[in-house]
């Protein structure tokens, strides 16, 4: 069975500072996808970035970036440059090669204030 | 390039009614997932449809149905509702083929069982 925790309910971080959301997981499976994945009040889940287990390098996508430290088992996310438009809840996810199935945390609630 | 789409976006049923939720998916995309969220929780899997056959299942009882069509969409269908299926139920399609199979949303549809 996978698993995914995610520690930290809420954080708050202010305009145009960095911030950095955890994740750790579990699986047995040695093939295997994360992701993070935000949530606006708008509710729309929205696809932020995602990292392949067998890749070393860490993923980037603009002000967003992983560190995947696969020995640990983490996947932590930071947003450098916060913006209004990063208020949202945030969620980790895991998939594995053979399962259908994304399995998330609980998510982590991000405020970005002024 | 068409988002995955969702209807409708809220619903009110009472106990012991039947509800169908409607999902189209992303264009380019074969396989729909589906998946629950209650209020302050992360998504959890209820099952994918690939083919037009269920492709997997999270641990959701029978009266959680669905179906896939020809042309991708699919159907999510819950028999009997209780009062704990109140809750945001997410779409998600995805193209089986492709590496990570990265699953992509719908807005949602809100359902509240009084």
């Known amino acids: 069975a996978q698993t995914v925790t995610q520690s930290q309910p809420e954080m708050s971080v202010q305009e145009a500072e960095t911030v950095t959301l955890s994740c750790t997981y579990d699986t047995s499976e040695n093939n295997y996808y994360l992701f993070w994945y935000k949530q606006p009040p708008s509710r729309q889940m929205i696809l932020v970035i995602r990292q392949e287990a067998y890749k070393q390098q860490n993923a980037t996508e603009n002000r967003f970036s992983v560190n995947f430290q696969k020995a640990a088992k983490s996947f932590s996310l930071k947003i450098s440059d916060s913006q209004l438009g990063d208020t949202a809840m945030y969620f980790c996810?895991?998939?594995?090669?053979?399962?259908?199935?994304?399995?998330f945390g609980t998510g982590t609630r991000l405020q970005v204030t002024l | 390039e068409t988002g995955v789409t969702q209807s409708p976006t809220h619903l009110i049923k009472t106990r012991g009614q039947q509800v169908t939720l409607r999902c189209s998916s992303q264009?380019?995309?074969?396989?729909v997932s589906w998946y629950q969220q209650a209020l302050g929780q992360g998504p959890q899997f209820i099952f994918q449809y690939y083919r037009e056959e269920e492709n997997g299942r999270g641990n959701f009882p029978p009266r959680f149905s669905g179906l896939q069509f020809p042309n991708y969409s699919s159907e999510l269908n819950v028999n009997a509702l209780e009062l704990d299926d109140s809750a945001l139920y997410l779409c998600?399609?995805?193209?089986?083929?492709?590496?990570?199979?990265?699953?992509?949303f719908g807005p949602g549809t809100r359902l509240l069982v009084l």
């Open positions: 998600a399609s995805s193209f089986r083929g492709s590496l990570q199979e990265t699953q992509y």
């Open positions: 264009s380019g995309h074969n396989t």
């Open positions: 996810a895991l998939k594995t090669g053979t399962a259908s199935k994304l399995t």
